[in-house]
């Protein structure tokens, strides 16, 4: 079993589980067990699935609930460019790599150097996770209120675990370190302005402004050609 496999199947399990807290807070928002699973089925990205229960939990009619829950989903159209330029998926597989282009699978991808270890990575973590967030909604659903408080069961930690563990090895530097600082200084300061689910959006903006601002124009090839020519050399 390979690096990025065991860390897609790792990430999968983890955030799966996490599936069972959605499954139960959607039962408890109002919505049935067949509306909660084909959410997940459907829409399948973590963070709007939580944005549109809790909006509908808060009283929003199904509009808001849906906007609420694009807000959250147009990262993953960023994903999706880089995921296209990573593994470069071709026929059917373009469908499936978008269905399944979350930030999980993109962050297993993306840890990985080996080429063929980041398509194992992204297909391991982006296919289990599928299967595994799926089976454990209808498990949360089922149950509802019988697990009581999600929180007491620590399910709600698992996926913040999970990105910590894919994160830590990448803080080699000054740098991501500075920048891993300030997001989450930034969404801290948020918090209590925004809705839930919109500050990490917001650390999203800062690393990408720091990341434009920081490269600066390339300068490569711009420097003028001092070199002197062949029939040129070894003359005063």
């Known amino acids: 079993m390979t690096p990025a496999t065991k ?18 807070l959607g039962v408890a928002a109002g919505l049935n067990v067949f509306q909660v699973s084909a959410l997940s089925l459907l829409m399948f990205t973590g963070g709007s699935q939580f944005a549109f229960i809790g909006v509908i939990a808060g ?33 059917w597989r373009k469908l499936a790599a978008a269905h399944v282009t979350i930030d999980e699978s ?4 993306s840890g990985q150097v080996d080429p063929a270890e980041q398509k194992r990575g992204f297909w391991v973590a982006g296919l289990g996770i599928y299967v595994f967030w799926n089976i454990f909604t209808v498990v949360g659903a089922l149950l509802g ?33 500075a920048i891993a600082t300030v997001c989450a200084l930034a969404t801290i300061l948020v918090i209590p302005l925004v809705p839930p689910g919109v500050p990490i959006l917001v650390a999203a903006v800062v690393s990408g402004v720091w990341g434009y601002l920081g490269r600066g124009p390339a300068q490569e090839g711009l420097e003028p050609d001092i070199e002197p020519h062949a029939g040129e050399r070894g003359k005063p």
């Open 106 to 109: 993109v962050a297993t991808a």
């Open 145 to 177: 209120d019988a697990l009581g408080d999600p929180k007491a069961w620590g399910l709600d930690g698992a996926a913040v675990a999970a990105f910590l563990g894919l994160l830590w090895p990448r803080l080699k530097s000054a740098e991501p370190v």
């Open 7 to 24: 860390i897609g199947l790792s990430i999968a399990v983890a955030t799966g589980l996490y599936a069972i807290s959605y499954g139960a």
């Open 59 to 91: 009283g929003g009619g199904p509009g808001a609930a849906f906007g609420a829950a694009t807000l959250l989903g147009v990262r993953n159209a960023v994903y999706g460019m880089q995921i296209k330029s990573m593994i470069r998926p071709k026929g």
